[in-house]
């Protein structure tokens, strides 16, 4: 089984660190857009970005497997998410909702702020909303779409064998991060537009000091 195995376990990356790489874009030219796609559906998602840890810092990031037999995208690996319904206050309540529908995490969500929209393979603009969470052992309720709850170590994710994909989309040829991830027992591809917002937020992330510096611009 080929591919990147990660540790089981990393340093953590400290709360500051974070709340800095998620004020960073918003001095860029563009804090609201990340892709560079025009979506062709009007509607909203949002997805939940959740990372786990303790007061030290954020360990790992929670993702997401959806079975081989799902209507929808089956087997990618994606942040809990989904359409905005109309019950949705905003966005951020759209992600609480979606995280809970798709994984059973309603509680103990600390809400950090939102990474720049990214747009989906189905074409519609999505807002990673960014969560802290810190129960000492995580656990899951799965809805039936999905195959696990993938947690991987954030630190190690920054330097991890990230390759990239150049797709055709719209007329646009877009280079999108792509990992190989080999599991115990299986293996699958993190890509598409999971990856390209986990990798946009990674590589502002690897640049943070935690210190709250900030630079002049900021470019995805």
């Keep these: ?35 560079v796609r025009i979506p062709e559906d ?20 929670v993702l997401a497997q959806r079975g081989f037999e799902a209507p929808h995208h089956p087997g990618e690996i994606a942040f809990p998410g989904g359409m905005v319904e109309p019950g949705d206050r905003d966005l951020p309540a759209t992600a609480r909702r979606e995280v809970a529908e798709e994984i059973g995490l309603s509680e103990g969500l600390w809400e950090l702020g939102c990474f720049p929209d990214g747009v989906a393979k189905a074409r519609v603009r999505f807002t990673p909303v960014f969560f802290r969470w810190e129960a000492p052992e995580p656990r899951f309720q799965l809805d039936r779409e999905l195959a696990r709850v993938v947690l991987l170590p954030l630190a190690p994710l920054i330097t991890a064998p990230w390759t990239m994909e150049r797709l055709g989309r719209q007329g646009l040829t877009l280079d999108v991060p792509r990992l190989e991830l080999a599991m115990d027992g299986w293996a699958a591809p993190l890509w598409g537009a999971t990856a390209f917002v986990l990798k946009a937020w990674l590589d502002v992330l690897g640049a943070c000091d935690g210190a709250g510096t900030e630079p002049t611009s900021w470019r995805p």
């Design 42 to 61: 009007q509607r909203r998602a949002a997805v939940g970005v959740i990372l786990w840890g303790d007061a030290g810092g954020a360990r790992k990031v």
């Design 1 to 35: 089984m080929t591919g990147w195995r990660p540790p089981d376990d990393a340093p953590a990356v400290p709360w500051a660190r974070i709340a800095e790489s998620l004020r960073r874009p918003q001095l860029g030219p563009h804090p609201h857009k990340l892709s």
